[in-house]
């Protein structure tokens, strides 16, 4: 397994289209071309997510100083369950040892219809050698739980972060807080 800079141009984006139209429904998703032209190659990232030579999924960094912030993670559904997301993210980690990854997932809540989804999530990144912060995000109807690749969250760093995010993204401006 391999992870590769994914060109605009390239076949293989067009394969990660489609998984990025199967993983993400259509109010959380943004076409890969949008997110190619939202930022300068310096501070985005589209990796593909290659095995056997295939790619199979993909991953969306944004970088900024020493946040990488996970912005999307996708696994074709045909390979999900058979531990490829699972070596992806550790490859992930290994290619940014000085930097801390930050991602968020929908925080579980029992009166929530994809509760059971939200669960499998937490306890995937969890598994996979993430760390719940304690901080939590709100934006688009939907609480968030902020997680991040090593124990000590750079909560003020991850602020700098959003607040460049929104001033290029104005439509995503979470607000952290704790419970």
Known sequence: MQLKTLSQNSVDKQIADKINEE?????????????????????????GIYAANAIVGFFIVRKYASIRYLAYFA??????????????????????????????????????????IRLRRRSFYLRNGFYETGWYSYYDDTEFTIICSVPG?????????TAYLSSIVPDHIPKLYRK
């Open 153 to 161: 969250f750079d909560k003020e760093g991850f602020e700098r972060f």
């Open 23 to 47: 993983a993400f429904p259509e109010y959380e998703r943004n076409s890969l071309d949008d997110m190619y032209a939202s930022d300068t190659a310096d501070k985005i990232e589209i990796l």
């Open 75 to 116: 696994v074709s559904q045909e390979k999900q369950s058979a531990g490829i997301g699972s070596q992806a993210l550790k490859l992930l980690i290994d290619r940014y040892p000085d930097a801390q990854i930050v991602a968020e997932f929908e925080t579980p809540d029992d009166s929530c219809d994809n509760n059971a």
